[in-house]
Nanobody
């Protein structure tokens, strides 16, 4: 089994930046599709950004040009660089990986991001 351990959340002023990290609990040599989701209070969990096993990225429209998803290929550590943050970005952010037949779909525990003045 493998867990995804997230870090980097916090409270930031509008216009500020944060960088989220998501590290597997064990060494993983193959590349898998991974993504960041977020869930605001009273709302469903939505996709923010994804990266395929071949490195192709995809973004939800409201974060295009502000957020950047990346991965450290050596150990599948996933990042989300968030710039020009807005109050609407406030949510719990979840890391997700599709480990397919090895360990299946796996979620991180979530990290809170609050954008407020």
């Amino acid at each position: 089994q493998v867990q995804l351990v997230e870090s980097g959340g916090g409270v930031v002023w509008p216009g500020g930046s944060l960088r989220l990290s998501c590290a597997p609990s064990r060494t993983i040599y193959a590349l898998y599709p991974m993504a960041w989701y977020r869930q605001a209070p009273g709302k469903q969990r939505d996709l923010v950004a994804s990266i395929d096993d071949d490195g192709k990225t995809n973004y939800e429209d409201s974060v295009k040009g502000r957020f950047t998803i990346s991965r450290e290929s050596a150990n599948n550590t996933l990042y989300l660089q968030m710039n020009s943050l807005k109050p609407d970005d406030t949510a719990v952010y979840y890391c997700y990986a599709d480990f397919r037949g090895t360990w299946g779909p796996t979620w991180g525990q979530g990290t809170q991001v609050t954008v407020s003045s």
